[in-house]
């Protein structure tokens, strides 16, 4: 998909608007998992996730080969619309949102705020996404899918940032959503010769790419049931699907309530507020405490865009 000199080029486009995440060894929740736990902090960058990385990248390819282009569309259900709507503001790309009915209130205002055009359409991300494409078709706009090699080169400068800078890492936990970011980090791994595990993490009411993994093939759902609304994924990608069968140590699949406690871990022993696929890699390393005692594991807090309602009504509940 593309080479290490790609992958550094990648990171200095990313690195030209924002500088390197951080990443922290934090006591605590060494002391609540018996790991040496590195945790990424994607909930620092500019729209308070990974996928803005993957947004500029894109973006930069698209008006560099076509400056005329009258502007794309994409869905999402919140942190790759913010990506490309900040990266078309950058631009000058006007940049359309197809997302599901009932998405996040405060996704859809980040997303107007940068100056995107939102539609809502369909009951998940797999319908707003049939929705885009027919409106890409319709209005004479460019589809940009949420998975593509520019996207998965610009997320993954977020791994080479953290092989680079944490000491040697035993296991990385990462959320699955379409497939970007552990893609990226599977890519990032090998390109620099590294024998860290890769560890997906899923939802157990959204685990399409976990059912793939174990058949052998793509494998749909009929629903996507899970407040991780970041890994709310029906459909897997076929090509994001071999990466992972190939490259990916196991996929963990954790439920709602380990979701959230896992948040609640994350605002306790760290300060920082994670949305549920962002916890969802703590929640995976909680779960398989046993399995990781004395090991050096790193987990990725994909994003911190988390409603306030969703918040309130799913972590803090009784």
Known sequence: MFDLPALEEAARLVHAVFPPTPQFAWPLLAAR???????????????????????????????????????????????????????????????????????????????????????????????AREEAMRLAA??????????????????ATYALE????????????????????ICGCIMARDLLGLPTEIIGVQSTGADSYARSVAAGRVVTTERAETRADGMATRVPDAGALAIIAKGAARIVTVTDDEIAAAIRAYWQDTHNLAE????????ALMQERGRMAGKRVATILCGGNIDLDLFRDWVLAP
């Open 33 to 127: 998992t018996g790991a040496e736990v590195w945790v990424k902090h994607e909930n620092h960058t500019p729209t308070g996730a990974f996928k803005v990385r993957g947004g500029l990248v894109f973006m930069e390819r698209l008006k560099r080969e076509r400056p005329q282009v009258p502007g794309i569309i994409s869905a999402t259900r919140g942190n790759h619309g913010q990506s490309l709507a900040y990266a078309g503001a950058r631009l000058g790309v006007a940049v359309t949102i197809v997302v599901p009915v009932g998405n996040s209130v405060e996704k859809n205002a980040a997303m107007r705020a940068q100056g995107a055009r939102l539609v809502e359409h369909g009951a998940d991300f797999d319908a």
């Open 138 to 155: 319709v209005e004479g706009l460019e589809f940009a899918p949420s998975f593509a090699p520019d996207l998965v080169r610009g997320v």
């Open 162 to 181: 953290l092989f680079r800078a944490a000491p040697p890492l035993d296991a990385l936990y990462v959320p699955i959503g379409l497939g970007s970011g």
């Open 276 to 283: 549920g696929a962002g916890a969802a890699p703590l929640a």
